[in-house]
């Protein structure tokens, strides 16, 4: 008669009673996490140009991180909660070097208090996680939910911490620090302000755009970590760092003195005139294009829609005019134009303002 060995025996039993690594569950911590973000819809709707995005609630009182995109730029920009109220937004600053973006959801009218948040700050001090560490990712990718339901959910690992070399079209990314690159599929529409979280829940970054690495021309899958900074420079040689953080504490963009901001900036000429701004919000289309100027040499035409110019969005003629301020004659800037159902790139090098007739 044989032996059997006890021990054997009883671990033999408690691995098959313990679900293995593979099969743990994750839905208390996506319970958790999907009541600190909410679903954006905006600007978009046209080929190419998703509608809706994601955002994380970063404060009670309801203001939103998510990633700067055309989706803001609009007058009637709307957050759904993750239970199912509907609030719109404005947008409270944009820093266009962090590819970030603050929102405030709720007015005089509509006040919220009480809202489920992550505390940026605390996240911010983590050290952070080694390559390797399992992670998960939440977003509106495709627009999968409306409402009260839940965002997606997907497990990964880090597969690398390394820096930003991607490109949206032919734009360089805004952002050219380092990232969390991820072994998921994350950036996809819509997951743009999403966030990756460690397996227990806890702030990791956001989830950038869609992004071709420009080393190796393939899709980058990755997120921007929550303790974010880059040097802005201030011209004159200076520079200021701001951070994520700075954004989210002071709810506004750092300003400089105005003797320390470049006045050299500006005066390229183009040659595109805009349509009337009867509003607030016209968006940019363009009403004429002036004979033998640089937007009439580079193809422009009447009832075009500028989109982006050098990668950031643009969608109203205010924001158009303060974006091309920074230009000056001889540079060349990268317009994404809508034509039709079409996005279009034209490159315009920008000439010399014509002089006055006497």
């Known amino acids: 008669m044989k032996r059997i060995h006890l021990t054997g ?19 208390a911590v996506s319970e958790l996490v999907n009541g600190k973000l909410v679903k954006l819809f905006g600007s978009g709707g046209i080929r190419g140009l998703a509608s809706y995005g994601t955002g994380v609630v970063v404060s ?15 007058p009637d920009l709307r957050v759904h909660l993750a239970d199912g109220t509907r609030y719109h937004a404005r947008v409270v600053a944009m820093e266009p070097e962090l590819d970030v973006a603050l929102l405030k959801i709720g007015n005089d009218k509509e006040k919220v208090e009480d809202l489920s ?7 911010a001090k983590r050290p952070l996680p080694e390559t390797g560490s399992g992670v998960l990712a939440f977003s509106n990718l495709y627009q999968i939910a409306t ?12 597969a690398s911490y390394s820096k ?21 599929i994350t950036n996809n529409p819509g997951a743009a302000g999403g966030v ?10 956001l989830i950038g755009k869609e992004l071709r690495n420009e080393l190796t021309q393939t899709w980058v899958n990755y997120a921007i970590p929550i303790n974010a900074k880059v040097d802005v ?10 951070s994520i953080v700075d954004l989210v504490q002071k709810k506004e963009l750092y300003q400089p003195p105005k003797s320390n901001r470049d006045k050299g900036k500006g005066g390229g000429f183009s040659g595109i005139v805009l349509v009337a701004n009867p509003v607030e919000h016209t968006p940019p289309y363009i009403e004429e294009i002036l004979p033998n100027s640089p937007a009439a040499k580079a193809g422009l035409k009447p009832d075009d829609l500028i989109v982006y110019v050098d990668g950031l969005p643009v969608g109203s003629i205010q924001t158009f005019k303060e974006v091309m301020d920074r230009y000056r004659p001889g540079m060349e800037i990268k317009l994404e134009i809508r034509r039709g159902d ?10 010399e303002p014509p002089r006055k007739k006497q």
């Not at 948040?117 to 996240?123: H, I, L």
């Not at 420079?233 to 701001?242: A, D, M, S």
């Not at 079409?342 to 000439?351: D, F, S, V, W, Y």
């Open 9 to 27: 025996v009883l671990l033999v039993a408690l691995a098959c009673a313990a679900p293995s690594r593979a099969d743990e569950s994750f839905a």
């Open 60 to 74: 009670p009182d309801g203001y939103i991180l998510t990633i700067q995109s055309h989706i803001l730029e609009t």
């Open 117 to 123: 948040y992550f505390d940026v700050v605390e996240a």
């Open 147 to 158: 409402r009260d339901d839940p965002l997606s959910v997907q497990r990964g690992v880090i």
């Open 164 to 184: 930003l070399y991607g490109k949206m079209g032919i734009f360089d990314a805004a952002y050219t620090g380092n990232v969390f690159v991820v072994d998921a």
């Open 196 to 205: 990756v979280t460690s397996r227990k829940g806890e702030l990791l970054g």
């Open 233 to 242: 420079p201030l011209g004159n040689g200076q520079t200021v760092t701001v």
């Open 342 to 351: 079409k996005l279009t790139t034209m490159p315009i090098t920008l000439g």
